[in-house]
């Protein structure tokens, strides 16, 4: 009775099941792993103590920036140069933006500073100046941010003095010298002038050490590739049964094995041809 399953019709079907079932459930798994991985990194985040806790260490020490060292105290002195205001910065619930600066240091290279965020328009601001001389400084330790980073405008057609992320590879294209690939923010901002007391900008964690909403997204990946291997075999053992049943139907007399006859039944009769009678005869 399944013999059909050898049909090439039938060769076709099989094929694309067996190898969907392996790639669902491997895609399905490698979700799931995903999963199990940024688990496994916020387990271990909370049970390492506050980065910004530890002692501060010279920022070549901490770099490049990873997920043990973002957040450390780093240690640079160097002089200010270019200042840039980064808009559309939320604090505790209200619009803003950073103060940012570039801290030229002896190596020739320049650390981006984040002194402090001031609410309202970085359109038209005044900001506090940035100390002169050479300064020592002390801030929590950044990775460059990227388009998907909080806070981000990767849009661009921002006015001149403003930047929308705080990453290397944009602040190279604004100053004349070399950008450390990493930024500091101040834990305790510097008091300001006319243009007010900044408020000093936590740092963030690192990316991918939380249970964040790609977390769960991966969570559910995991579910829709393990269900939609599900539904092949489902389908598969469907359209088996139904083919087995057709069969079985026309072995058994109730259905004719008639090659013009369709799923629907018989094919209807053509209305240009001529009535016959019982012998077949035509009836003109």
């Known amino acids: 009775m399944y013999r059909f399953l050898l049909t090439p019709r ?29 688990v496994q990194s916020h387990e271990q985040a909370e049970k390492q103590p506050d980065p910004g806790t530890r002692a501060a260490k010279p920022l070549d020490e ?14 640079a002195t160097g002089t200010y140069a270019d200042q840039f205001l980064v808009p559309g910065r939320k604090l505790d619930d209200r619009q803003g933006f950073y103060v940012l600066n570039m ?23 005044r900001v506090p100046a940035a100390p002169e001389g050479e300064v020592t400084v002390t ?4 990775a460059s941010e990227n388009s998907r980073s909080d806070g981000v405008n990767a849009r661009g057609g921002l006015p001149g003095g403003q930047v929308g992320m705080i ?44 249970l964040d909403l790609k977390a769960f997204q991966n969570l559910g990946y995991t579910g829709e590739w393990f269900v939609f291997a599900g539904f092949v075999l ?13 069969l079985r139907d ?4 109730l259905v004719p094995e008639d090659p013009a006859a369709g799923p629907e039944g018989p094919a209807p009769e053509d209305p240009a041809a001529p009535d016959r009678d019982v012998a077949g005869t035509p009836v003109r």
Not at 11 to 36: D, H, K, S, Y
Not at 183 to 208: I, S
Not at 236 to 243: D, I, M, S
């Open 103 to 125: 801290l030229r240091t002896d190596s020739g290279k320049a650390l981006p500073v984040v002194r402090g965020w001031l609410p309202g328009s970085a359109t038209g601001a």
């Open 62 to 75: 901490l770099l490049p920036v990873d997920k043990v060292t973002s957040g450390r105290p780093a240690v």
């Open 10 to 38: 039938w060769w076709g079907i099989n094929l694309f099941v067996v190898l969907a079932i392996p790639f669902c459930v491997f895609m399905g798994t490698w979700q799931l792993g995903r999963f199990e991985d940024r």
């Open 250 to 253: 026309i072995e058994l007399g």
């Open 167 to 210: 990453s290397a590879a944009t602040l190279v294209n604004l100053v004349p010298y070399d950008v450390y690939d990493a930024w500091v923010t101040l834990p305790e901002a510097e008091a300001g002038g006319t243009g007010g007391a900044m408020k000093p900008v936590p740092a963030a964690a690192p990316e991918g050490s939380g």
């Open 139 to 142: 801030g929590d330790l950044q």
């Open 234 to 246: 489902f389908m598969w053992f469907r359209l088996v049964r139904r083919e087995a049943e057709a």
